[in-house]
């Protein structure tokens, strides 16, 4: 038999004479189950290909005909996972339904609306948050189980979801507060700077590049979205990039220049906003709800908003908005 040639796939011949192939590449490393090309092979090659982004490799799970984990196994093999998702959504795909996996496995992939809602109500409980990111997943596998005739179903549509409060949106007296404490030509101000004047997310704010900076622009591509944004450096971020000794490639990174993760970065503001005094509730996102709020009450249209923000839905810049005009409309009353 001709031996296949597969990046980082090495074949040999057990005791049996059974041919088996193995997945080496530095840390990573396993066995491939399955035929080439199947869609036990694929999950488990995808999973560790993306063990180098963090993302763990594939997990053992079920490969009992019509088990919910020899679904869950099938749709990482599928296209709409393999190729459609970006690597930070399939590490939130796998954080979602390896745990499901685990615990639930051996069981049908046959479910009925109640006994899906009670799964989601079960975490819900304790995780709101979660339950809602979960049945949003689940509703996307069980629509490929359709479409591959493993049902006739979606039982996960129509449950409500779970309600969550929204992230606090920083006061003038708070960022004060911080800029009081973080003077210009820290590496905590500029940090500070970044978040709230470019309005974006802590994930794309740790990418940021010196060379993103052109004729005073900063060129964004959004991770989450993949939304292109071109954002005028304003004064205030100017002056925090020129007071903060350059260093390495990024805008933002450790002392030593190097760049910072996405969760390193928010640890590190997290310290900073402590030791300003400022309560739990303020965080980096509520820095991006900030520099929304603040447009939207110096009378920026919605879709003003958007082109910073990315988002491409006005839902979420409405409340920005309602708040702003709340706020002016009580001022003119008062003024009446």
């Not at 053992?60 to 998702?85: A, K, M, N, Q, W």
């Not at 390896?98 to 799964?119: C, M, N, Y």
């Not at 969550?164 to 973080?182: A, P, V």
């Not at 004729?215 to 591509?221: A, F, I, N, R, S």
């Amino acid at each position: 038999m001709t031996k296949i040639r597969i990046k980082y796939v090495n074949e040999y011949n057990d005791r049996q004479g059974k041919l088996r192939r193995y997945f080496r590449k530095g840390s990573q490393r396993g066995p491939l189950p399955g035929a080439v090309g199947s869609a036990e092979f694929m999950a488990a090659y995808e999973g560790y290909l993306s063990g180098r982004n963090g993302i763990e490799g594939p997990k053992t799970v079920t490969t009992i005909e019509g088990s919910f984990g020899r679904l869950i196994t099938s749709y990482y093999g599928s296209r709409e996972y393999r190729d459609d998702l970006k690597a930070s959504s399939k590490k939130i795909y796998r954080y979602v339904l390896e745990p499901l996996a685990k615990a639930h496995g051996h069981r049908t992939a046959i479910l009925d609306h109640k006994q899906a809602a009670k799964l989601i109500h079960d975490i819900g409980a304790t995780k709101p948050g979660m339950a809602n990111l979960t049945k949003s997943v689940l509703q996307k596998v069980y629509k490929f189980a359709i479409r591959e005739g493993l049902c006739s179903t979606n039982p996960f549509l129509g449950i409500e979801p779970f309600k969550r409060g929204s992230h606090h949106t920083w006061t003038e007296g708070e960022l004060k507060t911080f800029e009081t404490r973080w003077k210009i030509g820290t590496r905590e101000r500029l940090a500070y700077a970044l978040l709230l004047h470019t309005g974006q997310r802590v994930s794309d704010v740790a990418k940021m590049r010196r060379q993103d900076i052109v004729d005073g622009e900063l060129h964004v591509v959004q991770e989450k979205t993949g939304a292109e944004l071109f954002l005028p450096v304003v004064p205030e971020l100017d002056q925090a990039l020129k007071a903060y000794p350059a260093k390495g490639f990024t805008l933002i990174g450790a002392e030593n220049g190097t760049p910072l993760s996405r969760a390193r970065l928010s640890q590190f503001m997290r310290k900073a906003i402590a030791e300003a005094g400022l309560p739990g509730k303020c965080n980096s996102h509520g820095l991006r709800k900030a520099k929304m709020r603040r447009l939207a009450e110096a009378g920026a249209t919605e879709k003003e908003i958007a082109a910073w923000s990315g988002h491409k839905t006005l839902r979420e810049i409405e409340r920005y908005t309602e708040a702003a005009d709340q706020r002016r409309l009580a001022k003119a009353a008062m003024k009446k």
